[in-house]
């Protein structure tokens, strides 16, 4: 039976912090405000842009206002412009990413990307970091109407791939990796390493946590975990 492996990108595969405090820095200083540091972002990344500019700018529970908002509006797009001519400054892979999606590939994985980040941003990030070969299937934050944590882009993934929540796993970060895996009916292992609202990778409640990205096969491998799993 082929499995699928369902992938989160930022704080999962790329560490996009340093660009993407750059886009929050440069609205920030387009209205006259004060810097945050990477650090700080690194908590506010998970939901997508709209997301990241209200908790950005109002605070770590801030909901950003709907689409239609013309001052808000007119932030996400200054932040999505730089952004876009920004992506990867300083983004890069997480330490072994490209060798262990090599030897997923080979081991007959189907490998997915499911993120909240923009459909085309995330394609130019990948083609940017030389990992858009290793994807059978992207899904941006745009591709659906929803976005994680409801499950319906995990769903649709699987059905593309061909695979079902019996024979799929979610990897990613946050809680909303958690959550979508959860609704979807998949496992979720996840990465300590990641970015995450608040608390530690144990809070997150997956079936299973990894510290560095190449122990991934190792625990796919693990005797009898895939059955544990489902």
């Known amino acids: 039976m082929t499995h699928a492996l369902l992938f989160d990108l930022d704080g999962t595969l790329v560490d996009s912090a340093p660009d993407l405090a750059g ?7 387009h209205m006259g405000r004060d810097s945050i540091p990477v650090e700080q972002v690194r908590h506010l990344v998970g ?3 709209r997301y990241l500019i209200a908790r950005g700018l109002w605070g770590q529970e801030a909901i950003p206002p709907p689409v239609g908002d013309a001052p808000f509006d ?6 999505l412009d730089y952004y876009r001519d920004h992506l990867s400054d300083y983004s890069r892979p997480f330490p072994a990413v490209p060798e262990t999606l090599t030897l997923l590939q080979q081991q007959g ?3 997915a990307v499911v993120t909240n980040k923009p459909l085309e941003l995330t394609h130019l990030l990948l083609k940017q ?5 290793f994807f059978s299937i992207v899904i941006g934050g745009d591709s659906l109407p929803q976005r994680k944590p409801e499950p319906q882009p995990l769903l649709y993934a699987m059905a593309q791939l061909g695979t079902t929540c019996h024979n799929s796993i979610m990897v990613g970060d946050s809680t909303n990796d958690v ?11 996840a990465v300590s390493y990641g970015y995450r609202h608040e608390g530690s990778a144990t809070d997150l409640g997956a079936d299973a946590i990894i510290d560095q990205f190449e122990h991934l096969p190792q625990l796919l491998a693990k005797s009898g975990y895939r059955q544990e799993l489902c």
Do not use: E, K, W
């Open 179 to 189: 959550l979508a895996a959860r609704a979807a009916g998949c496992p979720v292992i």
């Open 47 to 49: 939901r997508g842009a």
């Open 74 to 79: 007119a932030a996400v797009s200054c932040f």
């Open 109 to 111: 994985y189907l490998l």
């Open 129 to 133: 970091l030389d990992l858009t070969p």
């Open 23 to 29: 886009a929050m820095n440069h609205l920030l200083q």
